[in-house]
């Protein structure tokens, strides 16, 4: 987060990039199973996440944050690694006190409140 709040702000405060579209990011196309599986190992919980349950969705475009524009025109460039992120986030969960609740709102699946199935 820290690295997206600060590109943001460079983006706020650049005189020349008003109505453009500048993309935030590593540049480093990261796949969500990689991404999961080291929550799951900073976690340190016996978990073994399904992967390819779903199909992939059809019309989804794959791509990566094209970042040479933003680093060019804000003079901006992530500090953090997605390793280093993930740890901050999962160690700030842990400093929380009591259990962090749950989203608000159904997860997939799960019928609404008073709604049954």
Avoid: H, K, N
Avoid at 31 to 51: D, K, M, N, S, T
């Amino acid at each position: 987060m820290d690295d997206a709040v600060r590109g943001l702000l460079a983006a706020g405060a650049a005189s020349d990039v008003e109505g453009s579209t500048v993309d935030l990011g590593s540049g480093t196309l990261v796949p969500i199973r990689a991404v999961v599986e080291e929550l799951v190992r900073l976690v340190g919980v016996p978990v073994a996440p399904q992967f390819g349950v779903l199909p992939d969705r059809p019309r989804e475009r794959v791509r990566a944050a094209a970042v040479e524009e933003a680093f060019a025109r804000l003079g901006w460039r992530p500090d953090i690694s997605l390793t280093r992120g993930l740890e901050r986030t999962v160690a700030w969960y842990r400093e929380q006190p009591g259990e962090v609740p749950p989203p608000a709102g159904p997860t997939a699946g799960e019928p609404r409140r008073g709604e049954t199935r």
